[in-house]
Nanobody, 114 residues
């Protein structure tokens, strides 16, 4: 199983980024998929989840209304669209998959300047 996150970078406050998580060795359609982040000096925290099958979603309160998680089953890829970014969104973002055990990929750094 491999999960490869990409799309991070430096953006000004108020800007947007789209993160991509390319999966191999598992299906994003049949696994619960999620995004987490870890800011410097802080613990890793939940950002967004996308359920298997029907694809219901849920979000951390801090990103509701600004971030959207989605998937493209044909590409076996999960996305995190991040709008109205704030400096406090600066973190390394990780995608994961869950099917009774967790799979983690390497993160991608998002830096939001004020």
């Amino acid at each position: 199983v491999q999960l490869q996150a990409s799309g991070g970078g430096l953006v000004q406050a108020g800007g947007s980024l789209r993160l991509t998580c390319a999966a191999s060795g598992l299906s994003v359609r049949t696994h619960n998929m999620g995004w987490f982040r870890q800011a410097p000096g802080k613990e890793r925290e939940f950002v967004a989840a996308l359920r298997s099958g029907g694809g219901s979603t849920n979000y951390a309160d801090s990103v509701k209304g600004r971030f959207t998680v989605s998937r493209d089953s044909a590409k076996n890829t999960v996305y995190l669209q991040m709008n109205s970014l704030k400096p406090e969104d600066t973190a390394v973002y990780y995608c994961n998959a869950y099917d009774g055990m967790y799979y983690w990929g390497k993160g991608t750094l998002v830096t939001v300047s004020s």
